[in-house]
């Protein structure tokens, strides 16, 4: 062979080994594409190092929630604050969005009554047993209806923190400046109409706190008895199984159960019986008060306590008044008890009925109602007009007009409830539109409307205008049916309708409170009741006076000018009793005197004002001028408002302390301190996402 042909060869075989090596070359490059998997990693590019910048990121991040959970007291169970049932004070931990709460020390109440107003202060001392600042804390207290809150002192050692009123946008800058600088503060809100809140800034470890907050109640009158209930015991919940059972039981909050409660009575009238349902209690009397002692400091039981009085009846009608002179103004609360008894009213009666059958009434609410509407039928007279009107998402009426109780009528209405069945939505208004026109309401007759629902409503102010200009001479009674009705709705409804507002909570009491109010009805104590001054310069609250009832005390406060020359006004309270077949007129003629011992009564009237200017705000008032005539009541009386607020500031800060806060709030990541991880995991993402980022693009 000779060269030229060996190199040929060479050459050739050489050639087909290469052309080889590029086919399978080839062939790999094309699978790699093809396959999906290997194209997004050609895509993005990430090589082993890529790789292990990832992992580390993703370990970290884990670590970092592993350290955050690990902080945590694993010992406290998170509170829901739907659940809270005494006053208690909860760090807020934003890793797991839960709340814990500090250690209870100490409860403290210090009551005084005056007539149906008490004012309570309630002094609680919670203890941070950790080794860390809580930055951002919250303490919230279960309210009961017509609460306002007007103090509220934080107390930290020697510091004391105290709430001032101011709009509610301030509040809220003045809040969080505090915080910032490292000031412990505290802001009030209201995180539900019966759930008080205020937000706290910067506790330090191992530090006692003392909130003392101060506010009032107006108690209700319930049949023959007044009470007072003030929350005490934190409620147990469910344990989950395997939880230990060595720690806390309740809300896993650490409670050293002392409480301490002194409680000065006056009422105003002769008492029958004083009584606590639950704890033993030391009653001494001092003239018209009486002073009552909690006996046991340790609460040994998980009961609210609850203190009932029964005033002693007459057998006409009797008034009490409180006032108090505050600022030159002369502020007083009246309240009209009913008689023992009271005869049924010679006055002819026209009732008329509305059932609401929509569907939400389906079941035990819908056949209670209608035994109790079948019971009130039964027990009309001949003498007695009635209509009944049955509503869902449509109005239907039995008769045109009021017809009288003759057997025939009621044997048709017997046979009309007995087919109501529930079904439709919720239209209140043209139900109420036919109890109120001119064929449905009688001259010289107690025109009464009762009206029952278990529903809510949307449109209130238009309700409400439509009560107030069509309700004339009639009276209006609402009865709100089941757990969760819009009692807003139906109590303003009943004050505009000049009525009352009955709440029956449990469905297997409807019969027997339907039945109850349907014999009230039939015997009221006064009515056209009127105030008469001897003074035209007075803003009385209500402006419109309902009738009294049994078991339904009548309150009424009024604002006026102190002249120093001609003395305390005056005014006589009267109007139309029943005796027997006859009526008669009752007075009671009240002079002012301000005993320098009641306090309240101005904020109580300023509250009821207040209240009066929401409802204006509703029905489509000024919005700007009841706004600004809100604040500056809100302001002079320091009531929380929809417009302002309650923020407390540390007024005698220390230095040192302000930089540990400070320290600990930079050093939240979002709470507590994770040091070189919180840096080290920022910076592993970031490299990553830039990696990442290059490769792609």
Same mark, same amino acid.
């Given at each position: 062979?000779?060269t030229? +042909?060996?190199k040929h060869?060479?050459?050739?075989?050489?050639?087909?080994?290469?052309?080889?090596?590029?086919?399978a070359?080839?062939?790999?490059?094309?699978?790699k594409?093809?396959?999906p998997?290997?194209?997004?990693?050609?895509?993005?590019?990430?090589?082993?190092?890529?790789?292990?910048?990832?992992?580390l990121?993703?370990?970290?991040?884990?670590?970092?929630?592993?350290?955050?959970?690990?902080?945590?007291?694993?010992?406290?169970?998170?509170v829901?604050?739907?659940?809270?049932?005494?006053g208690?004070?909860?760090?807020?931990?934003?890793?797991?969005g839960?709340? #814990?709460s500090?250690?209870?020390?100490?409860?403290?109440?210090? =009551?005084?009554?005056?007539?149906?107003?008490?004012?309570?202060?309630?002094?609680?001392?919670? !203890?941070?047993?950790?080794?860390?600042?809580?930055?951002?804390?919250?303490?919230?207290?279960?309210?009961?209806d017509?609460?306002?809150?007007?103090?509220?002192?934080?107390?930290?050692?020697?510091?004391?923190?105290?709430?001032?009123? #101011?709009?509610?946008?301030?509040?809220?800058?003045?809040? %969080?400046q505090?915080?910032s600088?490292?000031?412990?503060?505290?802001?009030?809100?209201?995180?539900r109409?019966?759930?008080?809140?205020?937000?706290?800034?910067?506790?330090?470890?191992?530090?006692?706190?003392?909130?003392?907050?101060?506010?009032q109640?107006?108690l209700?009158?319930?049949?023959?008895f007044?009470?007072?209930?003030l929350?005490?015991?934190?409620? %147990?919940?469910?344990?989950?199984?395997?939880?230990?059972?060595?720690?806390?039981?309740?809300?896993g909050?650490?409670?050293?159960?002392?409480?301490?409660i002194?409680?000065? $009575?006056?009422?105003?009238?002769?008492?029958?019986?004083?009584r606590?349902l639950?704890h033993?209690?030391?009653?001494? /009397?001092?003239?018209?008060?009486?002073q009552?002692?909690?006996?046991?400091?340790q609460?040994y039981? #998980?009961?609210?306590?609850?203190l009932?009085?029964?005033?002693?009846?007459?057998?006409?009608?009797?008034?009490?008044?409180?006032?108090? +002179?505050?600022?030159g103004f002369?502020?007083?609360?009246?309240?009209?008890?009913?008689?023992?008894?009271?005869?049924?009213?010679? /006055?002819?009666?026209?009732?008329?009925?509305?059932?609401?059958?929509?569907g939400s009434?389906?079941?035990m609410?819908?056949?209670?109602?209608?035994?109790?509407?079948? !019971?009130?039928l039964?027990?009309?007279?001949?003498?007695?007009?009635?209509?009944?009107?049955?509503?869902?998402?449509?109005?239907?009426?039995l008769?045109?007009?009021?017809?009288?109780?003759?057997?025939?009528?009621?044997?048709?209405?017997?046979?009309?409830?007995?087919?109501?069945?529930?079904?439709?939505?919720?239209?209140?208004?043209?139900?109420? +539109?036919i109890?109120?026109?001119? %064929?449905?309401?009688?001259?010289g007759?107690?025109?009464?409307?009762?009206?029952m629902?278990?529903?809510?409503?949307?449109?209130?102010?238009?309700?409400?205008?439509?009560?107030?200009?069509?309700?004339?001479?009639?009276?209006?009674?609402?009865?709100?049916?089941?757990?969760?009705?819009?009692?807003?709705?139906?109590?303003?409804?009943?004050?505009?309708?000049?009525?009352?507002?009955?709440?029956?909570?449990?469905?297997? +009491?409807?019969n027997?409170?339907?039945?109850?109010?349907?014999?009230?009805?039939?015997?009221p104590a $006064?009515?056209? =009741?009127?105030?008469?001054?001897?003074?035209?310069?007075?803003?009385?609250?209500?402006?419109?006076?309902?009738?009294?009832?049994?078991?339904q005390?009548?309150?009424?406060?009024?604002?006026?000018?102190?002249?120093?020359?001609?003395?305390?006004?005056?005014?006589?309270?009267?109007?139309l009793?029943?005796?027997?077949?006859?009526?008669?007129?009752?007075?009671?003629?009240?002079?002012?005197?301000?005993d320098?011992?009641?306090?309240?009564i101005?904020r109580?009237?300023?509250?009821?004002k =207040?209240?009066?200017?929401?409802?204006?705000?509703?029905?489509?008032?000024? #919005?700007?001028?009841?706004?600004?005539?809100?604040?500056?009541?809100?302001?002079?009386?320091?009531?929380?408002?929809?417009?302002?607020?309650?923020v407390?500031?540390?007024?005698?800060?220390d230095?040192?302390?302000?930089?540990?806060?400070?320290?600990a709030q930079?050093?939240?990541?979002?709470?507590?301190?994770?040091?070189?991880?919180?840096?080290?995991?920022?910076?592993m993402?970031? =490299?990553?996402?830039?990696?990442?980022?290059?490769?792609?693009?």
């Amino acid at each position: 062979m000779n060269t030229e +042909q060996s190199k040929h060869e060479v050459t050739k075989n050489k050639s087909i080994r290469w052309q080889l090596e590029q086919l399978a070359q080839k062939k790999a490059t094309q699978k790699k594409v093809s396959h999906p998997s290997a194209k997004k990693y050609h895509k993005l590019g990430l090589n082993w190092k890529d790789v292990v910048i990832f992992s580390l990121a993703m370990f970290y991040t884990t670590l970092y929630h592993v350290n955050a959970y690990a902080q945590s007291d694993s010992s406290l169970q998170a509170v829901n604050f739907d659940e809270i049932t005494s006053g208690m004070m909860m760090e807020f931990n934003k890793t797991t969005g839960e709340y #814990h709460s500090l250690k209870l020390v100490q409860t403290e109440y210090d =009551v005084d009554v005056f007539g149906l107003l008490a004012t309570i202060k309630l002094k609680q001392t919670f !203890f941070n047993d950790q080794d860390g600042w809580i930055t951002e804390g919250v303490y919230a207290f279960p309210m009961a209806d017509k609460s306002a809150v007007y103090e509220l002192k934080m107390i930290l050692g020697e510091r004391v923190i105290e709430g001032e009123i #101011h709009e509610k946008k301030q509040a809220e800058q003045i809040y %969080e400046q505090a915080k910032s600088d490292g000031l412990t503060a505290t802001m009030v809100k209201q995180y539900r109409p019966n759930i008080f809140t205020a937000d706290i800034a910067n506790i330090a470890p191992q530090e006692a706190i003392s909130v003392e907050i101060t506010y009032q109640l107006s108690l209700r009158y319930e049949q023959d008895f007044y009470e007072l209930r003030l929350p005490m015991a934190i409620k %147990e919940r469910y344990i989950p199984e395997g939880f230990d059972a060595k720690l806390p039981l309740t809300y896993g909050v650490k409670d050293q159960m002392y409480r301490s409660i002194d409680i000065n $009575l006056d009422v105003g009238f002769e008492l029958d019986e004083i009584r606590s349902l639950h704890h033993n209690v030391e009653i001494n /009397q001092n003239f018209s008060t009486q002073q009552i002692n909690l006996k046991d400091e340790q609460l040994y039981d #998980h009961n609210d306590f609850v203190l009932r009085w029964h005033p002693t009846l007459e057998q006409t009608p009797t008034a009490a008044y409180f006032s108090e +002179q505050k600022g030159g103004f002369e502020y007083s609360l009246l309240m009209v008890m009913p008689p023992s008894q009271v005869e049924k009213s010679s /006055q002819p009666r026209n009732m008329t009925y509305i059932m609401d059958t929509s569907g939400s009434m389906h079941g035990m609410a819908l056949e209670q109602s209608k035994d109790a509407l079948l !019971f009130a039928l039964s027990e009309l007279d001949s003498g007695t007009y009635f209509n009944v009107i049955d509503f869902d998402s449509t109005a239907k009426a039995l008769f045109p007009s009021s017809m009288p109780a003759t057997p025939a009528n009621i044997g048709k209405a017997l046979d009309f409830v007995d087919t109501f069945s529930s079904d439709g939505g919720t239209n209140m208004a043209p139900a109420l +539109q036919i109890a109120m026109q001119r %064929e449905n309401i009688k001259s010289g007759y107690l025109n009464q409307i009762i009206f029952m629902t278990d529903g809510s409503v949307g449109n209130e102010a238009q309700i409400f205008d439509q009560i107030a200009q069509d309700i004339g001479d009639a009276r209006l009674f609402t009865i709100a049916i089941g757990p969760a009705p819009n009692n807003y709705f139906m109590n303003k409804a009943a004050m505009f309708g000049r009525g009352t507002y009955t709440h029956i909570a449990a469905l297997d +009491q409807v019969n027997e409170s339907m039945s109850h109010l349907f014999a009230q009805l039939q015997h009221p104590a $006064l009515t056209d =009741v009127k105030i008469t001054w001897d003074t035209s310069d007075v803003i009385q609250s209500p402006s419109v006076i309902p009738d009294l009832y049994l078991d339904q005390p009548l309150i009424i406060t009024s604002k006026t000018p102190v002249n120093k020359t001609t003395g305390a006004p005056s005014f006589v309270v009267s109007g139309l009793s029943s005796d027997g077949n006859e009526k008669n007129t009752w007075s009671e003629q009240i002079k002012l005197n301000d005993d320098d011992r009641t306090t309240g009564i101005s904020r109580l009237w300023a509250r009821n004002k =207040v209240e009066e200017m929401t409802d204006d705000l509703m029905l489509g008032g000024d #919005h700007e001028l009841l706004k600004e005539k809100i604040i500056d009541l809100a302001l002079k009386h320091r009531l929380i408002t929809e417009f302002t607020a309650m923020v407390a500031v540390d007024r005698n800060p220390d230095a040192s302390r302000m930089a540990e806060a400070k320290a600990a709030q930079s050093a939240a990541y979002p709470q507590g301190s994770l040091g070189w991880r919180r840096n080290l995991l920022i910076g592993m993402l970031m =490299v990553t996402l830039a990696l990442m980022a290059r490769r792609i693009y």
